[in-house]
T-cell receptor, first 113, second 114 residues
Framework: DAKTTQPTSMDCAEGRAANLPCNHSTISGNEYVYWYRQIHSQGPQYIIHGLKNNETNEMASLIITEDRKSSTLILPHATLRDTAVYYCIVRAISSGSARQLTFGSGTQLTVLP | SAVISQKPSRDICQRGTSLTIQCQVDSQVTMMFWYRQQPGQSLTLIATANQGSEATYESGFVIDKFPISRPNLTFSTLTVSNMSPEDSSIYLC???????????FGQGTRLTVV
């Protein structure tokens, strides 16, 4: 799986959009970008994933650059409960492939009141 | 999504003893994994729990230290054997299936070895 680079920490004001960047310059054509988050003392929670098109769900939006070398996770209206470590993970998906994940250091997002 | 129940949620154990952690899923899943998260660190994969056969361990993890069982498609156990303070970590169960592209995690077991 390709390596990812994320800022160590970020702050965001409550109610504002939180934009979390991720660099994955060595991504391959068959690798997806996944985002998970881990709220303190809990297991990681799946947020969203995408291949090359922008994706949106009830939790967040994922913007992937045209060259796919970087992406941004957007939490449109951050709340205090969004304070967590956010992990950007790149991995390939193929028939029969396992679902283990390689976690980097992630970004500690702190939402400030 | 799958609902994963891990037991115990936390424990404090004496060094030299062993602890078995259980992971129960509410539906049949193809893959089950065990991760370790040391204090202040990210998650590291320990092994893949294979149904009806020996688990597949990652580099740095061995069966004698972390024996794993998976008797069926909804249940697995991880034992942390002959514990030392260095084994103090959060241990997490994760599951995935061929029907979904994402993985799901239990709430973890916070282990403290004294």
């Amino acid at each position: 799986d390709a390596k990812t680079t994320q800022p160590t920490s970020m702050d965001c004001a409550e109610g504002r959009a939180a934009n979390l960047p991720c660099n994955h310059s060595t991504i391959s054509g068959n690798e997806y970008v996944y985002w998970y988050r881990q709220i303190h003392s809990q297991g990681p929670q799946y947020i969203i994933h995408g291949l090359k098109n922008n994706e949106t769900n009830e939790m967040a939006s994922l913007i992937i650059t045209e060259d796919r070398k970087s992406s941004t996770l957007i939490l449109p209206h951050a709340t205090l409960r969004d304070t967590a470590v956010y992990y950007c993970i790149v991995r390939a998906i193929s028939s029969g492939s396992a679902r283990q994940l390689t976690f980097g250091s992630g970004t500690q997002l702190t939402v400030l009141p | 999504s799958a609902v994963i129940s891990q037991k115990p949620s936390r424990d404090i154990c004496q060094r030299g003893t062993s602890l078995t952690i259980q992971c129960q899923v509410d539906s049949q899943v193809t893959m089950m994994f065990w991760y370790r998260q040391q204090p202040g660190q990210s998650l590291t994969l320990i092994a893949t729990a294979n149904q009806g056969s020996e688990a597949t361990y990652e580099s740095g993890f061995v069966i004698d230290k972390f024996p794993i069982s998976r008797p069926n498609l909804t249940f697995s156990t991880l034992t942390v054997s002959n514990m030392s303070p260095e084994d103090s970590s959060i241990y997490l169960c994760s599951v995935g299936s061929l029907m979904n592209t994402e993985a799901f995690f239990g709430q973890g077991t916070r282990l403290t070895v004294v």
